[in-house]
């Protein structure tokens, strides 16, 4: 669900706390505390004590407020598209199911590469794309459209892969970090399997810290807006 498509349910629900959101959407409670920090930095929302938030009326919204939201997008595509810049012909490419790295997909100018993929969005919005995407077998988690599981580590595991491209959601000096345990598996594995590992994220995300870590801080490449 899209962040203007989930705003809209909250108002429509009248849901102003963290328990009322995470039973409306059948997620798991690190995964609406996701979502909201996610509708939060787009400013969205006023985070409050208790679980509890506020949703911002767009009228209530300041010049610099509505400012930080087209940034947030603008900084999306230009870490993509810096991650982008980074395939080469011919290259053999694992992108997983993260938001910023599927926005790659439509600015990558090399030819003669293939894609493998668990993100289900990818192959589903971009079929028209100049080259192969393939998505590889495996679990499918619904809520998060991305295939997981043993199968889908087995399989990643008899490809060479080049260069392996991984969304996250939060960073600090320490670590990588995602919320979701069997993504998790799926990420980790993928950068230690390529022979060159990313992760690519924006600013924005730095010092959210999810319950698991993926790598190392400094273990891979780490992509954002800002990177040269």
Sequence with gaps: MKEL??????????????????TELGVSEATTRRRLNELQAAGFIKLRRGGKFDVINELELSTPDLLK????????????????????????????NGTTVREMLKHIKAKDIKIYTN?????????????????????????EASIVGAEAISY?????????????????????????RREMVVKEFALRHARRGYIVMTEDKFGVKSKYQIC???????????TI
């Design 216 to 226: 190392e801080r400094n273990q891979y490449h780490l992509i954002t807006e800002s």
């Design 156 to 180: 990643l595991s008899t490809l060479v892969i080049d260069k392996a491209f991984i969304g996250a959601n939060g960073y600090d000096d320490v670590g990588i970090y995602t919320p979701h």
């Design 69 to 96: 939201q087209k940034q947030v997008g603008m900084n999306k595509q230009l870490s993509s598209k810096i991650a982008a810049a980074q395939i080469c012909d011919g290259d053999i490419i694992f992108i997983d």
């Design 119 to 143: 993100g289900v969005f990818h192959t589903l919005n971009n079929q028209n794309l100049p080259f192969d995407l393939n998505i590889i077998p495996g679990e499918l988690l619904v809520k």
């Design 5 to 22: 498509e989930l705003v809209g349910l909250i108002k429509r629900k009248k849901i102003n706390t963290l328990d009322m959101l995470t």
